[in-house]
C-alpha cells in the first residue's frame, strides 16, 4: 500500500535554530516528492519538488534532500523565524493509478522567540 | 484577484442546511480538485474535473455533489452532512489532468462546521 510517513509529528524550537523534519515513503513506481508549506487558515504551497536522479535542493534557507534507495527525505530548515511556524506536508507523486498523489499527514513546527 | 479563492472562508451549518462552497482560479488551469482535511490526518483527495469532466470521484458520499461549469470554476454542493464531516475543504488547481508533475496550487479552505 501506498503511504506517506512523516517525523515528528509536532515540534518546537527557538528562533534561530535548525530543524530537520523526516519522510518515509512505501510509494511505487516514484515519480516525485514534494514539500508543502502550509500556514494557519492557508491552503498549502509548494517548496521543494525532487525527482529520482535528484539528492538535494533548496530554496532559500529551506533544504530538502532525497534518498531514492533507502526512500527517505528530509527538510531541513536553516536559522528559523517566527513565520516558518506552519504545517510541512511531504507528497510523493506515482506514475501509475488515476491519484498518483500520496500525502503525508505533515509535521507541526513552532517556531518561538 | 490572483491564484485560487475559495467562498466562503468559514461555514457552520445544521445537517438539515443545504449549502454550497465556491471555488474559483485565475491561473488559467483546466484541472481542478477537492479535498478533505481533517485534524491528524493526510488529505483526502474527493473529486477531480479535468477540462470540466470528472475524472475522479473516491468513494465520496453522495450528501457532497460537485459541479464544474467552466474550467475556471467549482463548486462543492452540501446537504444533509454529518458532524463528523466537519474539516478544512480546499479546492486545488493544476495545469492539466492528474499527472504527477504538475503542481497543484491550492485555495485557503472553507473551515466548515456541521452541528
Known amino acids: 500500500k501506498n503511504q506517506v510517513e512523516q517525523s515528528p509529528q509536532s515540534l518546537i524550537i527557538l528562533e534561530g535554530k535548525n530543524c530537520t523534519l523526516q519522510c518515509n515513503y512505501t510509494v511505487s513506481p516514484f515519480s516525485n516528492l514534494r514539500w508543502y508549506k502550509q500556514d494557519t487558515g492557508r491552503g498549502p504551497v509548494s517548496l521543494t519538488i525532487m525527482t529520482f536522479s535528484e539528492n538535494t535542493k533548496s530554496n532559500g534557507r529551506y533544504t530538502a534532500t532525497l534518498d531514492a534507495d533507502t526512500k527517505q527525505s528530509s527538510l531541513h530548515i536553516t536559522a528559523s523565524q517566527l513565520s516558518d511556524s506552519a504545517s510541512y506536508i511531504c507528497?510523493?507523486?506515482?506514475?501509475?493509478?488515476?491519484?498518483?498523489?500520496?500525502f503525508g499527514k505533515g509535521t507541526r513546527l513552532s517556531v518561538i522567540a | 484577484e490572483t491564484g485560487v479563492t475559495q467562498t466562503p472562508r468559514h461555514l457552520v451549518m445544521g445537517m438539515t442546511n443545504k449549502k454550497s462552497l465556491k471555488c474559483e482560479q485565475h491561473?488559467?488551469?483546466?484541472?481542478m480538485y477537492w479535498y478533505k482535511q481533517s485534524a491528524k490526518k493526510p488529505l483526502e483527495l474527493m473529486f477531480v474535473?479535468?477540462?470540466?469532466?470528472?475524472?475522479e470521484n473516491n468513494s465520496v458520499p453522495s450528501r457532497f455533489s460537485p459541479e464544474c461549469p467552466n474550467s475556471s470554476h467549482l463548486f462543492l454542493h452540501l446537504h444533509t452532512l454529518q458532524p463528523e464531516d466537519s474539516a478544512l475543504y480546499l479546492c486545488?488547481?493544476?495545469?492539466?489532468?492528474?499527472?504527477?508533475?504538475?503542481?497543484?496550487?491550492f485555495g485557503p479552505g472553507t473551515r466548515l462546521t456541521v452541528l
Open positions: 507528497v510523493v507523486s506515482s506514475y501509475s493509478g488515476n491519484t498518483p498523489l500520496v
Open positions: 491561473l488559467g488551469h483546466n484541472a
Open positions: 486545488a488547481s493544476s495545469r492539466e489532468g492528474v499527472s504527477s508533475y504538475n503542481e497543484q496550487f
Open positions: 474535473y479535468n477540462f470540466k469532466e470528472q475524472t
